[in-house]
């Protein structure tokens, strides 16, 4: 009898865990062939076509790569891609052009900032779900390709998300959150 309850459990257990995964949905294809298209060549003259690599991978979040890619241009003095996350990706960011300050905020109770500046060809990894940014010191303006491990990463902008909900959370929450004067959260607030 203790083997029948021990082979009842374990069947349990087995379902229970099937029923506990989480992923990003299989693609429907193995690939796709309009990548294959001679209009989507990434290489014009012998060099990288960085504009037609972009286009190329932007068509891989409809046709279902798991991958997602961006271009991302910061506008010189000061350009910023401001504190945000992934919660479904990780983030690889390539420069390709200026230079970069970029971090992130490793997790609680840590709460660690790991940044650098980056150049021309650097490469810099955001690890899923954490906060993290990119802002551009430079005098010239900065171009950066970020690829994300996911189809459908999300994107999660700390300061819109906290300051610009709808509807608003309460003054007295974000106060004592952020050891802000009431007046001050609510400056925040209306900002966005």
């Known amino acids: 009898m203790d083997g029948f309850h021990f082979l009842q459990a374990l069947f349990i257990l ?5 029923l506990a995964y989480a992923s990003d949905p299989s693609p429907l294809q193995d690939f ?33 790569l798991g991958i997602s890619l961006a271009r991302i241009d910061y506008a010189a003095n000061g350009g910023l ?32 900032l790991i940044a650098k500046v980056l150049n021309k060809g650097d490469v810099f990894v955001f690890p899923v779900g954490l906060v993290h940014f990119q802002f551009n010191p430079g005098k010239s303006k900065a171009v950066a390709i970020a ?6 990463p999300g994107v999660i902008t700390i300061a819109n998300a906290v300051f610009g909900s709808d509807p608003s959370i309460n003054p007295d929450v974000l106060s004592k959150a952020f050891k802000l004067d ?7 607030q209306s900002k966005f």
């Open 81 to 112: 891609n401001p504190p945000h996350t992934h919660p479904r990706a990780t983030e690889i960011l390539v420069v390709l052009e200026g230079t970069l300050y970029v971090g992130f905020v490793t997790s609680n109770p840590d709460n660690r």
């Open 32 to 64: 796709c062939e309009a990548i294959n298209d001679p209009n989507d060549a990434v290489f014009v003259n012998g060099k990288l076509d960085h504009l037609s690599l972009l286009s190329m991978l932007r068509k891989s979040q409809d046709l279902t």
């Open 182 to 188: 009431k007046s001050m959260v609510k400056s925040l």
């Open 147 to 152: 690829a994300l491990s996911s189809q459908d």
């Open 14 to 18: 087995a379902l229970a865990s099937s």
